[in-house]
């Protein structure tokens, strides 16, 4: 294992030694947007009041040229914007600081040289998974090629890790989470597929478990085939209190898992061998976890979860006595990559395509499914009572968050969105494939 440590004050040091105490994931009001999806995780910004309507000419509070290729999303918190970018062949990866008020560049900070980057398929970008941020620190992952913790203010490098093996076959995408005093990444590629528990504080592995299915399917010769598509996932974890167990939710290439975060202990888990490339972070409410299963012949499944030691096929018709089993599950419409919405018993998804679809979260039934346009890799946003989505065109259609279609406006600006929105006080931070944006009434 290799950590490289440097060196900080004795204050800071006071500090790291506190934050070894167990703690509650729990964020600070100061931090808008702390994460991939939210506060919260699930892409809702409570309270928020973002604009209904913007273009290049109204409602563009300031835009600023972000250098690289990245689709991870900003993250925000005291002021300030923190981004992760890269030099399109792979070679430098960089974190940007933002102010958040005026778009301007605070600092530009290289953190890794990689001298021989793996492939990453044009789609994708070096740059994918998002940071996440407290009040005091900064985690940016770039998967593999490196991870490293800073401090929020000065960007000192307070620890880094280069030594995690994965081969990621057409780019990484997983983004970490903050777990108490963990810091939580999903590691699932063509070689090897893992969960990995971080000491926040000294970077130190608290504990690293092997994902318990994998593709396995015999090819002509009799033996495993090892086709690096089946076998890799992009899903975001998300921690959740089920039954008044804290559970490690985690989507790899053949099963959704729930661990024990404290220890990496696999509690249970939904086989669905037939997909892969899982991209979304699960969602849950009403008793019940929402996930859709990635590409192939993807489904949404609504999960309720299960007891210690329990294994479920997800393509089972029945679920037999276990108390692991499928609510209701959907093949029409499905996202791939942009993850769920929910809302008031209302789950909202857009497929890659653009048809966008509004099921009963109780009982499956589809209220509606519309085609608003556009290809969409970008994850929706729930503000207001309005469900916002961005296309990779650059187009922003806002629609109703109810159980009638109702389409509220359609923007367009910038040069497509492949990055996921992020919002602060009343206004929207959008990344598009070159520019910074924040919109605001």
Avoid at 110 to 138: G, I, M
Avoid at 197 to 223: C, E, M, N
Avoid at 387 to 408: D, P
Wanted: net charge neutral.
């Amino acid at each position: 294992m290799l950590i490289r440590m440097h060196t900080f004050p004795v204050a800071a040091r006071f500090l790291a030694l506190l934050a070894l105490l167990p703690a509650t994931p729990a964020y600070s009001a100061a931090l808008d947007w702390p994460q991939y999806r939210g506060p919260h995780g699930d892409g809702s910004a409570r309270g928020s009041q973002p604009p209904v309507e913007w273009s290049e000419s109204k409602n563009v509070r300031w835009s600023t040229p972000i250098p690289g290729k990245g689709w991870a999303s900003p993250v925000i918190g005291r002021g300030r914007i923190w981004i992760a970018t890269a030099t399109e062949d792979g070679r430098e990866l960089s974190v940007l600081t933002l102010d958040a008020a005026s778009g301007a560049v605070q600092r530009t900070q290289k953190l890794f040289d990689v001298a021989a980057p793996q492939f990453c398929h044009k789609f994708n970008s070096y740059a994918s998974p998002t940071p996440v941020l407290e009040p005091d620190r900064v985690y940016v992952t770039f998967g593999s090629p490196g991870t490293a913790a800073l401090d929020a203010d000065s960007g000192q490098v307070l620890w880094e890790r280069r030594d995690f093996e994965c081969n990621h076959y057409r780019g990484a995408g997983s983004s970490p989470i903050l777990h108490g005093n963990l810091l939580i990444m999903n590691f699932d590629g063509s070689d090897h597929q893992y969960v990995v528990a971080l000491d926040k504080t000294t970077g130190k592995t608290a504990w690293q478990v092997q994902r318990s299915i994998d593709f396995k399917d015999l090819g002509p010769d009799g033996k495993p085939m090892t086709e690096g598509d089946f076998r890799k996932a992009f899903s975001t974890p998300h921690v959740a209190d089920i039954d008044g167990v804290p559970t490690l939710l985690s989507q790899g290439a053949k099963a959704t898992y729930a661990y024990l975060p404290a220890t990496g202990e696999e509690l249970w888990r939904v086989e669905e061998r037939g997909n892969h490339s899982a991209s979304t972070r699960p969602v849950l409410g009403l008793g019940m976890v929402f996930i859709p299963t990635g590409f192939s012949q993807g489904q949404l499944l609504a999960i309720r979860p299960g007891k210690k030691g329990e294994v479920l096929d997800a393509n089972a018709e029945t679920a037999g006595s276990t108390q692991l089993q499928i609510a209701w599950r959907s093949k029409r419409s499905v996202p791939k990559k942009p993850s769920l919405i929910l809302h008031e018993g209302l789950l909202f998804g857009i497929e890659d395509g653009g048809v966008a679809t509004c099921w009963d979260a109780r009982t499956g039934e589809t209220l509606w499914n519309e085609r608003i346009g556009g290809n969409h890799s970008a994850s929706p946003l729930l503000a207001a009572g309005r469900i916002y989505f961005f296309t990779e065109e650059g187009k922003g259609v806002v629609v109703a968050a109810s159980r009638e279609f109702k389409r509220l406006a359609e923007n367009t600006l910038g040069d497509g969105f492949m990055a996921s929105p992020s919002v602060t006080g009343n206004a929207l931070v959008l990344r598009s494939r070159t520019h910074l944006y924040r919109i605001e009434d």
